[in-house]
């Protein structure tokens, strides 16, 4: 019996890490996104990433690259729980959690803006795109 768990256990896990991997890019939230995402939370004012701003590419190898403003940063990746961690090669760049959410990654991190100083959160919404 005991058996029978663990390995229902590691295959639960194996089948999350096997189910990330592909392109995704950024998007705005839909309505939808925005109730469950932000507004549950109690943020009604936000910022959000333009549609195709950043792209992520995560292979099966565990390596990723994330692509923002046509700057690449690779690096590698793991899984644990419904979260992927992103570890990038440039030491200089904090590892990066993203919730797994189906077929879409999201984070949520307060912002300084620059010329106000005003703190605001930030939502990074990046779906998978279809496999061709």
């Known amino acids: 019996m005991l058996l029978f ?15 990330v991997v592909g392109i995704y890019t950024s998007r705005g939230p839909s309505s939808m ?13 936000f910022l959000y ?23 690449d940063y690779p690096g ?11 570890n990038y090669t440039d030491a200089s760049r904090e590892d990066l959690q993203l919730k797994i959410r189906n077929n879409k990654l999201c984070n949520i991190t307060e912002e300084t803006l620059c010329k106000s100083k005003q703190k605001m ?12």
């Open 76 to 86: 590698r990746w793991k899984v644990k729980g419904k979260t992927l961690i992103l």
């Open 121 to 132: 959160m930030r939502l990074m919404l990046l779906e998978k795109k279809e496999e061709q």
């Open 5 to 19: 768990f663990t390995l229902l256990i590691v295959a639960t896990g194996c089948s999350t890490s096997k189910t």
């Open 33 to 45: 996104e925005t109730l469950s995402l932000m507004y549950s939370r109690g943020y009604f004012e």
């Open 49 to 71: 990433d333009f549609d195709d701003y950043i792209k992520l590419k995560i292979d099966n190898d565990s390596t990723f690259v994330y692509s923002i403003k046509k700057k």
